[in-house]
């Protein structure tokens, strides 16, 4: 079974432009999460979404937004990318009954 | 503000010998506790968990102990071996009224076990 895939792995953007980052949940997960780690810290969650509905909102500014589709993948978008935003995002698919498993993450670097 | 703090960033321990790492959080509303392992270029990997009406759980090789009234809980490895060497993160979640089961992260503790 194939486990979380997120693509791309690794990504180089420039301040200013905008980046989206996909995910395809565990097969029969319709639950979704998205965080973001930045170098020494622990993950940092930013949203999640369970039957293409947002559930849930971390502290992040508007500039980051989501959404899940009807074979529950998912997309994070952010806009007007800051130096700060380079970071490992993560996604997570669960099931009820079922932890969080991650994804191996999108290393986006911002220059 | 940090929910969940790991205050030790690295732990070495000899092969063989016990590791426990530890965990503190602020939030009383939390009920749930996880453990989580992280290699290199890798994910998060599920660990082990615990409820907050439990005080051990144990799996294997691994124990996670909870203490509500310290609002401390640790995870015990033993014995350790050096394929344990990874990054170990606490989390932590609360009940939330619109089903939402985000996680809160601890920074992290590095474990080497030496060979």
């Known amino acids: 079974d194939a486990g979380v895939t997120q693509s791309p792995t690794h990504l180089i953007k420039t301040r200013g432009q905008q980046v989206t980052l996909r995910c395809s949940p565990i097969?029969?997960?319709?639950?979704v999460s998205w965080y973001q780690q930045v170098l020494g810290q622990g993950p940092q969650f930013i949203f999640q979404y369970y039957e293409k509905e947002e559930r849930g909102r971390g502290n992040f500014p508007d500039r980051f937004s989501a959404r899940q589709f009807p074979n529950y993948s998912s997309e994070l978008n952010v806009n007007a990318l800051l130096l700060g935003d380079s970071a490992l995002y993560l996604c997570?698919?669960?099931?009820?009954?079922?932890?969080?498993?991650f994804g191996s993450g999108t290393r986006l670097t911002v220059v | 503000d940090q929910q969940v703090k790991q205050n030790s960033p690295s732990l070495s321990v000899q092969e063989g010998r016990i590791s426990i790492l530890n965990c503190d959080y602020t939030?009383?509303?939390?009920?749930?506790f996880l453990w989580y392992k992280k290699y290199p270029a890798e994910g998060p990997t599920f660990l082990i968990s615990i409820s907050s009406i439990k005080d051990k759980n144990e799996d294997g090789r691994f124990t996670v102990f909870l203490n509500k009234s310290a609002k401390h809980l640790s995870l015990h490895i033993v014995p350790s071996q050096p394929g344990d060497s990874a990054v170990y993160f606490c989390a932590a979640s609360a009940p939330d009224q619109t089903g939402a089961n985000n996680l809160f992260f601890g920074t992290g503790t590095r474990l080497t076990v030496i060979p």
């Open positions: 939030n009383s509303m939390f009920d749930y």
């Open positions: 097969s029969g997960h319709k639950s």
């Open positions: 997570a698919s669960s099931s009820p009954g079922w932890e969080n498993t």
